[in-house]
C-alpha cells in the first residue's frame, strides 16, 4: 500500500526564518505534487516534480524531490506572515492519471 | 470565471437522506477527478473519468456512492442513504491531455449529515 507522510504535520516560525518541510513515500513513484490550501479553501498547485533531482522555486518556496531516496523537501526561505496555509504532497501511483495519494499535510503558522 | 466550479458549496442532510453535488470542471480538461477530505487530512481519491468513461473507483466508493458524466463535460457524484461518516468536503478537479496528473481542485462541496 502506497503511503505518504509529511513531516511536522504542524509548524509555528518567525517571519523570516527559514524551515524544510519533508515528504516521505513508500513506493517507486518519478511524480511529486506539493500544493497549497488555505483555510475554507480548495488546493492550488505549487509544484510538480517529475524526475529525480529536480528542484523548482517560486518566490520564498522551493521543492525537491530525490526518488531514490523516496524523498521530498519543500523549502521555506526568510518566511512571511501570507505563507500561512496548510501544504500537502501527494504522489501519483496510476502512472499519471492523476490518482493521487495525498500526505496528511503540514500547518504552516508564520508569526510575526 | 474558468475555474472548476461546485454546486452546492454547503449541505446539510439528515441522515438516510439522498444528496447529489455537481462540478463543472475546466472547459478544455477531459479528465475529472472527484476526491474525499476530513478535517486534519489530506484529500483521498474517489474516482475519476476520462470524458464521459468512468476509469477507476476507489474501494472508499461503497455501493450508496455513484457518479456520472454523461457528456463528457460536468460530473455529479450522488451519495444515497446517508450516514454520519459521508460528512466531508467533497472536491472536484480536473485536469488535460498532457497535464502530467496536475490536478485543478474546485472548491468543494461540504456535506453535513445530522
Known amino acids: 500500500e502506497l503511503k505518504v507522510e509529511q513531516n511536522p504535520l504542524f509548524l509555528s516560525m518567525q517571519e523570516g526564518k527559514n524551515y524544510t518541510i519533508y515528504c516521505n513515500y513508500s513506493t517507486t513513484s518519478d511524480r511529486l505534487y506539493w500544493y497549497r490550501q488555505d483555510p475554507g479553501k480548495s488546493l492550488e498547485s505549487l509544484f510538480v516534480l517529475l524526475s529525480n533531482g529536480a528542484v523548482k522555486q517560486e518566490g520564498r518556496l522551493m521543492a525537491s524531490l530525490d526518488t531514490k531516496a523516496r524523498l521530498s523537501t519543500l523549502h521555506i526561505t526568510a518566511a512571511v506572515h501570507d505563507l500561512s496555509a496548510t501544504y500537502f504532497c501527494a504522489v501519483d501511483y496510476g502512472g499519471s492519471q492523476g490518482n493521487l495519494i495525498f500526505g496528511k499535510g503540514t500547518k504552516l503558522s508564520v508569526k510575526p | 470565471d474558468t475555474g472548476v466550479s461546485q454546486d452546492p458549496r454547503h449541505k446539510i442532510t439528515k441522515r438516510g437522506q439522498?444528496?447529489?453535488?455537481?462540478?463543472?470542471?475546466?472547459?478544455?480538461?477531459?479528465?475529472?477527478?472527484?476526491?474525499?477530505?476530513?478535517?486534519g487530512q489530506g484529500p483521498?481519491?474517489?474516482?475519476?473519468?476520462?470524458?464521459?468513461?468512468?476509469?477507476?473507483?476507489?474501494?472508499?466508493?461503497?455501493?450508496?456512492?455513484?457518479?456520472?458524466?454523461?457528456?463528457?463535460?460536468?460530473?455529479?457524484?450522488?451519495?444515497?442513504?446517508?450516514?454520519?461518516?459521508?460528512?466531508a468536503m467533497y472536491l472536484c478537479a480536473s485536469s488535460g491531455q498532457g497535464m502530467i496528473g496536475e490536478l485543478f481542485f474546485g472548491e468543494g462541496s461540504r456535506l453535513t449529515v445530522l
Open chain 2, 18 to 39: 439522498n444528496v447529489t453535488f455537481r462540478c463543472d470542471p475546466i472547459s478544455e480538461h477531459n479528465r475529472l477527478y472527484w476526491y474525499r477530505q476530513t478535517l
Open chain 2, 44 to 87: 483521498e481519491f474517489l474516482t475519476y473519468f476520462q470524458n464521459e468513461a468512468q476509469l477507476e473507483k476507489s474501494r472508499l466508493l461503497s455501493d450508496r456512492f455513484s457518479a456520472e458524466r454523461p457528456k463528457g463535460s460536468f460530473s455529479t457524484l450522488e451519495i444515497q442513504r446517508t450516514e454520519q461518516g459521508d460528512s
